[in-house]
């Protein structure tokens, strides 16, 4: 049964989207990002795409918590290399990152507390402290994967105090 209650988030995007709706013209939109880019982010709604100067439709926006090279961000690239064109890659992380804030086996320990019960599959947190060594790390893990275009691959960290992204060399 639909929620009644009208200020919910999930309602606020459904009375967007209505409004949205009847403006949309398919012809005008592809699944192939007309910058030729894909981007690995964190999920963190400071890293938006006015902050990194983008437009809907300009990139490929693979987010996670920590924008970590997990196996299903390489299935995404994967993707958005061979069947949809794009030749950039952009890994962003970003300062006051919420992974840096706790060890994997603090995260584990508070969630299970929470929950009430350990995990019933295995999880990986990829915490970690230092965010330029994140960036090169999931720099290095899209290098050496066999089936990653090397084309251009970049990193950077954005500071969420200034908005600056600086740029993280491997």
């Known amino acids: 049964m639909p929620s009644t209650k009208a200020d919910n988030a999930i309602d606020v995007v459904l009375n967007a989207n209505r409004k949205y709706a009847p403006d949309?013209?398919?012809?005008?939109?592809?699944?192939?990002?007309?910058?030729?880019?894909?981007?690995?982010?964190?999920?963190?709604?400071?890293?938006?795409?006015?902050?990194?100067?983008?437009?809907?439709?300009?990139?490929?926006?693979?987010?996670?918590?920590?924008?970590?090279?997990?196996?299903?961000?390489?299935?995404?690239?994967?993707?958005?290399?061979?069947?949809?064109?794009t030749r950039e890659i952009m890994v962003i992380n970003h300062t006051d990152c919420g992974l840096m804030k706790a060890s994997e086996q603090e995260l584990h320990h508070r969630i299970e507390q929470e929950a009430g019960m350990p995990a019933n599959t295995p999880v990986t947190f990829h915490a970690f402290?230092?965010?330029?060594?994140?960036?090169?790390?999931?720099?290095?893990?899209?290098?050496?994967?066999?089936?990653?275009?090397?084309?251009?691959?970049?990193?950077?960290?954005f500071d969420v105090k200034d908005g600056h992204l600086k740029e993280v060399h491997l």
């Open 24 to 85: 949309y013209d398919p012809v005008l939109v592809s699944p192939r990002p007309r910058l030729h880019l894909a981007v690995v982010t964190c999920m963190d709604t400071r890293l938006s795409y006015k902050a990194m100067g983008l437009q809907p439709g300009d990139a490929h926006m693979i987010r996670n918590a920590g924008g970590i090279v997990t196996g299903d961000a390489i299935r995404s690239l994967l993707v958005s290399q061979y069947l949809l064109d």
């Open 129 to 157: 402290q230092d965010v330029e060594e994140n960036v090169r790390l999931q720099m290095m893990k899209l290098t050496s994967h066999s089936w990653i275009k090397h084309n251009v691959i970049r990193g950077f960290v």
